[in-house]
């Protein structure tokens, strides 16, 4: 189909937006077009149509039929096509539309100036906007805007092809213009390439060849090194000539500081901190203000600090370029004996390969490392301390706030060496399926060596420690007198840990659920008192405290020796719903040096809906004493059973129970079954409540 003019002609490739670039009319729709045109006129004076010179000449004549076309050509506004209404010899012709685009060349003799062009043309300019393209020859170079005039008509502001007026020395001599009236304006058909723009690239390009010749002439003169691969060209000292130098040899050249830039490292020294025995504090704290991570390498001598460094900068690390020796060797040593060392109110920092030695636990020293979430946000802590060796404080590394990773590091001297607890009370949201979700998280305390505590070595019992889950500890050592753990667990998982010489308790659980004590070693030889808990001996294993309420415990794979006491403990005032006691084995444990007839597990609280299976202790109560049970209860005991726990070389009966049980009850097909005290097998669908509940099984003797 034949487009219109109107859209073959049109500005823009996309009509009507500018931003869519001009548009070139082609060639082949101009053909078209001009065919469909001729065969238009082909057809009006096919049909009888008829052609006059001017309107008044076709007005002169009413012979024609009603609705005989007629064109008017030549009689400028009054050209176009009309129709004639009436009957022959009356009526009168009337106006259909101008002539479709006519091509109409007009003629610039230099009249006018070279801003105000003045033309003429034997076809008249139809009024209508774009009724027909126009071509004028250009006489004079402009100096701004530019006008037109045609056959003495108004004048018209010509428009670039993007509707902007002419810049100066966009028109030259000899140029031919191509447009159409539209809007009181006279509008372009194409933007025109500028012989000015191109004599001045053509100057500009003569100019460079020029600057070619001459800088290749001026190096022809100038005498370098050959070249070399991965090497750089720098003045020498005295600046009479250039050498060659590596990279390497090039970053050698720069400022330390410059160079340190580069590779992302700041040394201590970058900051003038020495270790020549004066107090460094200020020099520590400005590196520490400066957000850098800055490198400690092996000192000859400690870093004194006198007083308390600050770490505010997120993500900021202070790393040692070695491992360093094992308590021993220098170290960054504070020196003052009140409040705290490192404070740490940003998140994502890292300790890494330092040795932090204060003056020791008793020194009055707080915390070597301190983090803690400020108290007006809410930003988790999320706090690193790896391969460090931190000691000689009242507590190593201490967290408030959530998140922490403290993995490999070295705890000594001090009283308690990991100390967690969180800034507020967790609400959680409705949201939440778990309403511990959100307190403490991702806390891992891994592979860590702990010695010479005088209170703990893992604490989780702040003001809000209750609130706190998601505890993994795993793979740490203790060689020390004092218990491992003391506080809360929530979903939280103990793994392999190896713990000698506990004096104390190993673990001290004050609250919690879903707590797993999965395999470890827990054991040692020292058999003293533990202060603050009375005469305990060596301690249990594991002792739920202080109106402990526990939903979910299960310890299973633990291997216990050398132990005093019961190796587990419920005190008169706990609670634990759902105990998993399974898998467990155990040498010389309950020995009792004072005569004591401690129990392996020993229930003075309340214990409910357990199971305790697969258990082997061997020599079990020191004391030979016939009342030194597998499980005594003094409280209460609900939903109880088991099966296949082995006690050679024990006294004692495997249980005693306020039901006057024997022994745990094993689940077979939805019954209990035990054996009462004297030997009989006893069968009851409910728990039993007494040795003697139930019924007897077939017949016995």
Not at 231 to 253: I, Q
Not at 456 to 474: F, P
Request: proline letters at 5%; charged letters at 15%; a neutral charge.
């Amino acid at each position: 189909m034949v487009q219109t003019a109107n859209t073959i002609f049109r500005d823009f490739a996309t009509d009507g937006v500018p931003a869519s670039g001009a548009h070139p009319p082609r060639k082949v729709e101009i053909r078209e077009w001009g065919t469909w045109l001729e065969a238009q006129i082909g057809a009006v004076l096919s049909a009888g149509g008829k052609i006059y010179a001017s309107k008044a000449q076709m007005n002169a004549d009413l012979s024609p039929a009603a609705n005989t076309p007629a064109i008017v050509m030549g009689d400028g506004a009054n050209d176009g096509y009309y129709q004639k209404v009436g009957a022959p010899g009356s009526g009168s012709w009337v106006f259909r539309g101008p002539l479709p685009y006519s091509f109409i060349r007009a003629s610039n003799i230099g009249a006018g100036s070279p801003n105000a062009i003045v033309a003429t043309s034997s076809v008249a300019i139809p009024a209508a906007d774009a009724a027909a393209l126009i071509t004028v020859n250009v006489t004079m170079q402009n100096t701004g805007p530019v006008s037109v005039s045609f056959n003495g008509s108004a004048a018209l502001d010509i428009l670039t092809s993007t509707g902007n007026p002419l810049s100066a020395g966009y028109l030259l001599p000899g140029m031919l213009l191509t447009g159409f009236v539209e809007n009181g304006k006279f509008r372009l058909l194409t933007d025109i390439a500028s012989s000015a723009i191109v004599a001045a690239a053509e100057a500009a390009q003569r100019a460079a060849e020029a600057a070619q010749s001459a800088a290749e002439a001026a190096a022809a003169g100038v005498n370098l090194p050959p070249v070399t691969a991965n090497t750089m060209l720098v003045d020498n000292a005295d600046g009479t000539a250039r050498e060659t130098k590596t990279f390497a040899e090039v970053l050698n050249l720069l400022s330390p500081k410059i160079k340190n830039r580069i590779d992302d490292v700041w040394y201590a020294s970058d900051f003038g901190i020495k270790s020549n025995g004066s107090d460094q504090r200020a020099k520590l704290q400005s590196a520490l203000d400066s957000g850098e991570n800055i490198a400690f390498p092996p000192l000859a001598n400690p870093i004194v600090c006198d007083g308390d460094l600050t770490i505010s900068v997120s993500g900021q690390k202070l790393y040692g370029l070695a491992s360093p020796a094992a308590l021993s060797g220098p170290a960054i040593t504070p020196v003052h004996t009140s409040g705290d060392f490192l404070k740490i109110t940003a998140p994502n920092v890292i300790l890494e390969k330092l040795r932090i030695k204060g003056p020791g636990r008793t020194s009055g020293l707080g915390k070597l490392a301190k983090f803690e979430r400020p108290s007006t946000t809410a930003t988790d802590i999320d706090g690193f301390v790896r391969d460090c060796i931190l000691e000689g404080a009242d507590i190593g590394a201490y967290f408030n706030g959530r998140g922490a990773f403290i993995e490999r590091n070295i705890f000594n001297d001090t009283r308690v060496h990991i100390d967690l607890d969180h800034p507020t009370v967790f609400a959680a949201p409705t949201s939440y399926r778990n309403t511990l979700q959100g307190g403490a998280r991702k806390y891992r305390i891994l592979g860590n060596y702990f010695h010479s505590a005088s209170l703990r070595s893992i604490r989780i019992n702040g003001a809000n420690a209750q609130h706190m889950h998601g505890v993994l500890i795993e793979g740490n050592f203790q060689d020390d007198v004092q218990p491992f753990f003391e506080g809360w667990l929530n979903d939280a998982t103990v793994g392999v840990n190896n713990v000698t010489c506990c004096t104390g308790h190993v673990f001290i659980l004050k609250g919690g659920r879903n707590i797993s004590i999965a395999g470890g070693n827990y054991g040692g030889d020292v058999l003293t008192s533990l202060s603050g808990y009375g005469s305990l001996g060596r301690a249990l294993c594991v002792w739920l405290f202080e109106g402990f309420v526990g939903e979910g415990v299960t310890i299973t794979g633990v291997a216990v020796a050398q132990n005093s006491r019961a190796v587990m403990s419920i005190d008169a005032a706990s609670t634990v719903r759902g105990l998993t006691f399974t898998g467990n084995t155990g040498k010389n444990v309950c020995l009792g040096n004072d005569n004591r007839t401690d129990p392996i597990i020993d229930v003075a609280g309340v214990l409910e809906e357990a199971t305790i299976s697969n258990n082997t202790f061997r020599t079990v109560s020191m004391s030979n004493n016939s009342n030194a049970n597998f499980l005594r209860v003094t409280g209460s005991m609900t939903a109880v059973c088991g099966e296949s726990n082995r006690r050679p070389n024990t006294f004692g009966a495997e249980m005693s129970t306020p039901q006057g049980l024997m022994t745990l009850p094993a689940v077979i097909g939805g019954r209990h079954l035990w054996h009462d005290s004297a030997g009989k097998l006893r069968t009851s669908a409910p728990y039993p409540t007494s040795d003697t509940a139930g019924t007897i099984v077939g017949t016995q003797t």
